[in-house]
């Protein structure tokens, strides 16, 4: 899967065993992508939906802030931050200037080209010293782009739906992140996730967390649905920010009402996405709507979920107001 975001591209790759994410291409991939808003330098604020006091102080080392980017919007989410891991460091630089070398936004790689240390997510992990021992997960997250911050590439992979995903699921434990820039100032930024002996005990049973989290401000209105592959919304562009639920892996999510709506107002039409519904959603503890037209700027939106969670009914109601 790839996106192009205001000029930037990303990718990414979740392998699974016994529990697969979602395919592309086979292997049990999961793939998404992003369109998200430019940040700036320094401890005040980005510019970015929901940032407080907690938030990462640039360090201008785009594979840093790109890892810390991620771990806040994590604990943001309430699905808690990885831990830094140098083998999954070791294999995500390599992949980056894998493609770097070889000018190719992509999460395999081909033995015959230089730079190869692996096909698979799974063989570039293990080759990296990251051992895949059940039950086990690893996923990759690729972002490319000339924008020279890594608090700009983790953003624009929160926002697309299918990277949210991967990106925000519980049970992972560890990552690691690599940036390579050619000499046209193109950034490839790569990240890995994983566990391995076991999974990070995740949410506790029959429990769902939400992006946007209840009371977010600042929320971006829109999405260029066009710019991810595969479009989660192929007959619109422009789009209004994607709304998901999340729950460990090892759950599945059924939808009886997902709604979101202006206060006062009335529902918005939106797509549903989950699995069964939406052949590109093949994680069964993930859900999401997006809203088919753009979101009015500075409006507080109420948000209703309800389903059941492994069959025990599950139900949450929040807001979130946009920028």
Request: proline share 4%; charged share 15%.
């Amino acid at each position: 899967m790839m996106i192009k975001p205001h000029s930037a591209k990303s990718i990414v790759a979740a392998f699974m065993t016994t529990l697969a994410l979602a395919a592309c291409g086979g292997g049990g991939s999961g793939n998404g992508g992003a369109n998200g808003a430019n940040g700036s330098s320094g401890g005040t604020s980005t510019g970015f939906s929901g940032q407080d006091a907690s938030a990462p102080i640039l360090t201008n080392n785009v594979a840093t802030d790109g890892f810390n980017w991620i771990n806040y919007r994590r604990t943001q989410a309430g699905v808690g931050a990885l831990a830094r891991n140098n083998m999954l460091d070791r294999a995500a630089q390599a992949h980056s200037d894998y493609q770097r070398i070889n000018n190719a936004v992509t999460h395999t790689e081909e033995s015959n080209k230089a730079g190869f240390t692996g096909a698979t997510v799974e063989d570039r992990v293990q080759a990296a010293g990251y051992k895949l021992v059940r039950s086990y997960a690893t996923g990759e997250i690729i972002a490319a782009t000339t924008n020279n911050t890594g608090f700009y590439l983790a953003e624009e992979l929160v926002t697309a739906i299918y990277h949210r995903f991967v990106m925000f699921e519980p049970l992972f434990k560890d990552m690691g992140s690599g940036s390579a820039t050619a000499s046209n100032n193109y950034i490839y930024f790569t990240t890995n996730l994983g566990a391995t002996g076991g999974y990070s005990p995740g949410l506790p049973s029959h429990t769902i967390v939400t992006w946007p989290f209840d009371g977010q401000t600042g929320v971006q209105r829109n999405f260029l649905s066009d710019y991810e592959e595969p479009d989660p919304v192929p007959d619109v562009n422009e789009v209004g920010y994607p709304i998901s639920v999340h729950a460990n892996l090892t759950e599945t999510i059924a939808v009886q009402s997902f709604t979101v709506r202006p206060r006062g107002g009335a529902n918005l039409s939106t797509r549903l996405l989950v699995k069964g519904q939406d052949a590109n959603t093949t994680m069964s503890s993930v859900a999401a709507i997006i809203p088919l037209s753009p979101l009015t700027a500075g409006t507080t939106y109420d948000v209703s979920f309800s389903g059941t969670l492994s069959g025990t009914a599950v139900s949450k109601t929040w807001s979130f107001t946009t920028k």
